[in-house]
C-alpha cells in the first residue's frame, strides 16, 4: 500500500507534551501519534508529490492560524475521540488548499462543513472510547488555544503507520520553526 499524505497546524511544543502524555498514559498508539490539526486530507495528495509546489503560495497568502481546542468528544461513528478546534482561520485555509489543489475527488467531509479537530485517538477495537473520553475530560478541563505559524506536511508510510512531519511552509509572515 501506498503511503499518505495530509496537510496540517501542529500545537507548540507544551500542547503537544499534553497530548502526547495523555496518550502515552492510556496506551494509544495509531496514526495520530504527532499531534496535529488536518487542515486537508488524502484528497488530491497523491503520490507524484506534484502537489508540493503549490503548497508554499497557499501557505505564504494565510496569516497565521487562531486555535481554540474545546472539550473532548467522540465523533458519532465512533471513529476517533478528539479536541474540537474552533477556528474560522482554518476552515479557511482547508478551503484555499481545496481551491489550489482542485482534487479530482473530495472526501464528504471535506468544504466549508470541515470540521478541525486534534485526534486524541482512532476509534479501533482493541479501544474504548468512551472510556478514553471521560479521562481525556480529566485530562483537559480547559483545552488550550494557540496560534499555528506553520503549514506542515505529514506523511504515514501505509497502514498501521503514524503521520510524521515531512516539511513545513511558515504562514504569511511568521518565521519558521
Known sequence: MSPS????????????????????????????????????ARSGLDDDLRWLELIPAVAAATSPVPVELLAPRVFPNGSALYLPARSPAAVRLHLALLDALRPARRFGYEGPQMTPHLT?????????????????????????????????????????????PVQSWPLGGAAAT
Not at 12 to 19: G, M, Q
Request: net charge positive.
Open 5 to 40: 499524505h495530509l496537510l496540517a497546524l501542529r500545537p507548540p511544543p507544551d500542547i503537544e507534551a499534553r497530548v502526547v502524555a495523555f496518550r502515552e498514559a492510556h496506551g494509544v498508539r495509531d496514526a495520530a501519534a504527532v499531534p496535529h490539526v488536518t487542515v486537508k
Open 120 to 164: 486524541l485517538a482512532l476509534g479501533r477495537r482493541d479501544v474504548t472510547l468512551d472510556a478514553l473520553l471521560d479521562a481525556a475530560r480529566q485530562a483537559f478541563p480547559h483545552p488550550p488555544t494557540f496560534t499555528a505559524t506553520e503549514l506542515v506536511w505529514m506523511s504515514k508510510p501505509g497502514p498501521g503507520g503514524a503521520y510524521r
